[in-house]
Structures are given as C-alpha cells and as structure tokens.
C-alpha cells in the first residue's frame, strides 16, 4: 500500500467511532478527530477500559499498538445500487476509494452526509438519500 493509499484510508476514518489498543488489556474508545503526519491521534468523548470519559485526549502513535471501527461503515454501494434504479445505466457511479457516488458524470455527487448537487435529478437523489437514511435508522421488522 502506497503512503498516498495509507493517507486516503486514514482520512476515510476521520470523525469515525474508533478503539484504540494500547498496551495489554488497555484501550480508548472515542470519536477520531485527527491524525498527526506520525500518526499520533485526537479522539474527541474518548473512555478508557474503565468507562473514564476524556473529553479529548492526544495518542502518540509509539503509545498505541493498533485501531479499530466500531461503527459500521455506511453502506454507500448498497444507495448507490439504489440510486442506479432511477437513472439510465452507466449514470450511477460509485467510487469506492473516495467512498462518494458520482451521478451523471459528477454533476450530482453522494457521500456520507449528504447529496451535492441542483435540478430535479439532484431533488430526486436527495428524496432516495433521505429514505435510506431512514431505513437505515429504523430497518423493519420481517
């Protein structure tokens, strides 16, 4: 993995709930805010294995020995699988080391937090968003 391909990965997982593993049974649960070009990192509403909350703490990267998600990754290939329903084939774009859904050539682009974009196909985009997210929120029972 090239450092650009390090870089872009450890930026995906910026304001992600993260673990960090320090030594032996030892770890910090807490919201990823930044990463340091050594990999020294900020987490924001952190607890330990104690349930001690920091508020923000700073990690050196020789004092952690390894980082986990633990909020699942939002499904962008499964809306953007339900975006391509709407549009012809080839209009719906994802792309996956971006973690973006590009539509019809860039003009309507998707990530995360939201849809970029204007016109009656962005509007249509934003209302398949919006019911994803709830579907997300309140999947229903079968």
Known sequence: MSLRQYNTELGLLIDKVVKVY????KFFVGQLKGVSEDSNLILVNAKNEKSKVFPKILIRSSY???VTVEEEPFPMQALADRI???FSK???NYIEDQNII???NGKIIVDEEGVRGSGPSADRVKKIFEQFRMDLENPSEE
């Open 64 to 66: 952690y020995n390894y």
């Open 102 to 104: 590009s539509i019809l």
């Open 90 to 92: 080839g209009h719906v």
């Open 84 to 86: 391509a329903t709407i």
């Open 22 to 25: 320090l030594e032996k049974d």
